[in-house]
């Protein structure tokens, strides 16, 4: 099973606000079967109460994600976004960062959450690696630039 497939992958993703970039990846989630249909509200309101954006290496990014139980099976849905969208900061309510990736996790089991955020952090401070999948032409492209997550870590 792959954690990440073309299918997943949204280039030049058009949005305005962190809750239409949200809707847009989690509707790609449910729509490939990966998610439950309650997926999309848990994790708008879990964006609110805990906001996933993050300081990358010369790209910031967030990491959107919810409760295993929305879950039907491991996933991440990428977006490429068209301009840079503000999303808090992790940690930080009063910080807003120009986020240009968003990686959407969605998580089946709760004990792996911690390890595939980890792996992410460590992605997020390469910045040659960042700046590839920014610059992806194809989908494909973004899925072998992240072939490291594999679905056994979900």
Known sequence: ???IDAEL???HMAAQTPAEVLGKLADTLFGKGKVKESYKDAVLQREIQYPTGLPGAGTCVAVP???SSHVLEPALAVGILQQPVAFQMM???DTVLPVEIV???AVDKPE???AVLTQLMTMLQDETLLTKIKQATVATEVCSLLSGLPAGHM
Do not use: E, I, Y
Request: glycine fraction near 6%; proline fraction near 0%.
């Open 103 to 105: 990686m959407m996790l």
């Open 1 to 3: 099973m792959n954690l």
């Open 65 to 67: 994600h919810t409760d």
């Open 9 to 11: 992958v949204r280039l």
């Open 91 to 93: 940690g930080s309510l």
């Open 112 to 114: 792996k959450h911690l």
